[in-house]
Every structure is written in structure tokens, then in C-alpha cells.
């Protein structure tokens, strides 16, 4: 069993991690699309059986304004559009 684990550090108002994982066998039935979201201060695994993960975006910042809105301030829920570049590269290269 291949295992990723991604544990998210404390930025402020940053506090969206969203990946999408793929098996070796990318629009299989029987190996389909994962995603896992991660909230700030939160980690999350990622794991398959057989073959291997591909990450196929990656993003730590925010694109939505309810996932892991919990305890946050008003003002950083309210932009949408912001992401960190190199999200998809770090991730990949993990």
C-alpha cells in the first residue's frame, strides 16, 4: 500500500488545501478520482493498494467560500481568487 500524508501548516486566512488524486489507471472504475481537502492546522492521507499516486492539481489557498470556513474571520472568506502558485509543484515533488 503506497501512502502520501499532507500535513497543512498555520497561514493566516489561508486555509485551503485541495488535491485530486489519481490511480495508475486514471478513468478506471475500479481506481476512481480522489479528492481530500484539508483545513488549516489539519492533515490529511492519501493512499491506494496497488500502483501509484498522481496528484493532478493541488491548490493552498482558497477557491470557495465555505470549505473550512469554520472560526474563520469574515473578511478572508470573502476572496475567492486566491491561490499559491507552486501548490501543484510541491505536492508533486513530495
Not at 486555509?15 to 481537502?37: E, G, R
Not at 492539481?57 to 465555505?66: I, L, M, P, Q, T
Amino acid at each position: 500500500m503506497y501512502q502520501y500524508t499532507i500535513l497543512m501548516e498555520k497561514r493566516s486566512g489561508i486555509t485551503l488545501l485541495l488535491l485530486l488524486c489519481q490511480h495508475a489507471c486514471f478513468l478506471s472504475a475500479s481506481n476512481p478520482i480522489k479528492q481530500t481537502v484539508a483545513c488549516e492546522g489539519q492533515s490529511a492521507s492519501l493512499s491506494c493498494d496497488t500502483g501509484f499516486i498522481h496528484v493532478s492539481d493541488a491548490n493552498y489557498g482558497r477557491n470557495d467560500g465555505s470549505l473550512c470556513s469554520a472560526g474563520q474571520r469574515r473578511e478572508w472568506l470573502t476572496n475567492v481568487h486566491c491561490f499559491q502558485k507552486t501548490s501543484l509543484q510541491t505536492m508533486t515533488t513530495r
